[in-house]
């Protein structure tokens, strides 16, 4: 089934990040109302950080039921939970720690572990609360752009990026001798909505190469399609200055 997306330009970061809130409810509550669960990937970088704190603040925070909500990362740095680098401790500080989710629902990705290690016991973890033969995977996939297309830790020119089989592996980092754990384009697609938050003045060129480009080798971002669906594109105006589409 042809995937279906949406391509939204928005003023400025204030007002991207309450439109992504908003959706974020909705979407929770949708799922919640279906099956009595929520099952949200989270991304890592720093955009995330403001909605992350938003959703963990008045009226947002009262707005979905933390208890049937499952967190998950759609990918890793190889670094201690508490590094200031990790993806976890990120999203702990800035909502998990102030909202009520049960602490079982929280499935982090094991950083400090060898890194095949790692992808292999998360992708057994993923298969374990999501049902290996469940049509319904994740609800709703968080997604940030990187300055040359990656997405996740899928960095351009990659095996990552090429896997088709493994919902999780390990891959060189961008930084010397580092290590991430991603989820990868089957896992990344078998969810149902998307949502890729990209801000700033420095993203307008990936930006206008991924929604306007068609390079002979596409990047990362652009093989994101989800299956059953809305590939959901938010920006703000600082990152659309690129685009040749109509802006808010
Ligand atoms: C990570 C992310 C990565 C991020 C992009 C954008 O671990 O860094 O998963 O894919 O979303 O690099 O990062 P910023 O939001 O910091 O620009």
Request: contains cysteine; negative net charge; aromatic residues 8%.
């Amino acid at each position: 089934m042809e995937s279906r997306s949406s391509v939204e330009c928005f003023l400025d970061v204030a007002t991207l990040t309450r439109a992504a809130a908003d959706r974020v409810v909705a979407c929770a509550r949708a799922a919640i109302a279906a099956r009595g669960r929520f099952l949200f990937v989270l991304s890592g970088g720093s955009t995330p950080r403001s909605l992350y704190e938003l959703l963990a603040a008045d009226p947002y925070a009262t707005q979905i039921d933390w208890s049937r909500v499952h967190v998950f990362w759609s990918d890793e740095r190889c670094v201690p939970p508490d590094s200031d680098e990790s993806n976890y401790r990120m999203a702990r500080e800035t909502l998990l720690d102030r909202v009520t989710l049960p602490p079982g629902n929280i499935h982090r990705i094991r950083g400090e572990d060898d890194p095949e290690a790692a992808a292999s016991s998360y992708d057994e973890l993923l298969h374990h609360v999501i049902g290996r033969d469940s049509t319904q995977t994740f609800d709703l996939v968080l997604l940030g752009m990187g300055l040359d297309g990656h997405t996740a830790s899928l960095f351009p020119g990659t095996a990552a990026v090429r896997e088709m089989r493994r919902w999780v592996v390990a891959t060189r980092g961008p930084e010397p001798d580092s290590w991430r754990v991603t989820l990868t384009l089957p896992a990344l697609n078998a969810g149902a909505d998307v949502m890729f938050l990209v801000t700033g003045a420095e993203k307008a060129e990936p930006l206008k190469q991924v929604l306007e480009g068609s390079p002979v080798e596409p990047l990362p971002a652009q093989w994101i399609r989800p299956e059953r669906g809305v590939l959901y594109w938010m920006f703000d105006a600082a990152a659309a200055t690129r685009l040749s589409l109509p802006r808010a």
